[in-house]
């Protein structure tokens, strides 16, 4: 759990002492390649926060095709968060890309872990507004943005998730088609 602990210290004052009682609130799930964390049509009831591997969130359009919306890699935090918090019916899967493990916090303990460290409502508050930023601007580039400029910004300005998720999957999470992927890599790397 360090690694939990070094990201809460990013944005929180938090003591090796305290963060052992945050501990506590916390369950470890290994997964393997392809697994599935909470399943579509139920309410997501834990929020994942990736210690090691890679996953990713998507829904199932209505041609039956996967698009991808969210990865999550090494310090990062997923989940549906409006079903997390309305306790409505999720519209997402969360896969793991690779073998992964992940903390899980259920919607009960978090909210008793916030009571009793109202501190860390500060660290999920800013972990938030940096989620809703990131995303204002990638609905931004999406629609400024050639294409291919989606593309060659997606690998150059995130090599971390470049280099580990297949292009199927960053082709789906741009909004392109994989054989389209495929022809611009051709051309650039030619």
């Not at 929020?47 to 990062?76: H, P, R, T």
Request: aromatic share 18%; charged share 25%; hydrophobic share 40%.
């Amino acid at each position: 759990m360090k690694e939990l602990f070094n990201h809460l210290r990013l944005y929180i004052s938090i003591t090796e002492q305290e963060f052992q009682g945050v501990e506590k609130y916390f369950e470890y799930v290994d997964l393997k390649k392809k697994q599935n964390l909470d399943a579509i049509k139920n309410v997501s009831k834990h929020n994942f926060f990736v210690i090691n591997g890679c996953l990713n969130m998507y829904f199932i359009n209505d041609k039956g095709e996967n698009q991808s919306v969210q990865f999550a890699i090494e310090n990062w935090w997923i989940n549906d968060v409006l079903s997390f918090y309305r306790n409505k019916e999720s519209s997402f899967y969360i896969q793991a890309v690779e073998n992964s493990k992940v903390l899980s916090i259920s919607k009960e303990n978090q909210e008793k872990l916030l009571t009793q460290f109202p501190k860390l409502e500060r660290y999920f508050r800013i972990i938030y507004q940096i989620a809703y930023g990131a995303s204002l601007y990638r609905i931004k580039y999406v629609y400024e943005a050639s294409k291919a400029e989606r593309y060659f910004h997606f690998i150059e300005h995130h090599p971390d998730f470049a280099q580990r998720v297949p292009q199927y999957l960053i082709a789906s999470f741009l909004g392109l088609t994989p054989e389209y992927v495929s022809e611009i890599r051709a051309k650039h790397f030619s």
